[in-house]
């Protein structure tokens, strides 16, 4: 059995540990289209997590801002529709006030 002290000491250090890997994260938003049918296709959005964001909120603001449907599609990802990269990345830096040199676009992704 451990003491008190000890127990405590435990928990500082576990924490201390878990503040270490979360800021070890890097923050970094990557967009990118992905064609979705013949000449259709669609933005891809990836990283909003790691800035803190509400992806559900984010999702429904670029839906409203560019009169498309947008959905979160995976656990670090938004789908919106249409080729919609450069106002995007523009949205993102203005609007949701993340550093526009965290906003890589990353082309064309293949899925």
Known sequence: SISLAQ???LLK???QRRVREKQ??????????SMR??????TLIRGLKTCDMNLKKCSKAFGQ???CGSSVTGDDEITVQGDVIDDIMDFIAEELGIDADLVVDVGDIKD
């Open 37 to 42: 049918a013949r000449k259709k296709y669609v």
């Open 7 to 9: 127990e405590g000491l």
């Open 65 to 67: 801002k560019f009169a």
């Open 13 to 15: 250090q576990w924490y």
């Open 24 to 33: 070890e994260v890097q923050k970094q938003v990557s967009v990118g289209r």
